[in-house]
């Protein structure tokens, strides 16, 4: 039973990191890509879009797996 929450939890991981790997980028917390807001937020840049919290760990991971070789 504990195994199989295990493999539920690292299928979830997996599919979370796949779709940060495809889709880096997710709307602005600060401005959530609103065209008024976005103009003058410092956040994104007013690019209303922001890299996702697991694209950054995939970037983490890869700059470990580099150090390593
Ligand atoms: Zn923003």
Do not use: K
Request: net charge positive; aromatic share 8%.
């Amino acid at each position: 039973m504990i195994a199989l929450a295990v493999l539920a939890g690292l299928l979830t991981a997996a599919g979370y990191l796949a779709a940060c790997w495809l889709a880096p980028f997710g709307p602005c917390l600060r401005c959530g890509n609103d065209p008024h807001r976005r103009a003058r937020c410092r956040r994104c840049d007013s690019t209303g879009r922001r890299i996702r919290t697991g694209r950054r760990l995939l970037t983490y991971l890869r700059s470990l797996y580099r150090e390593a070789q």
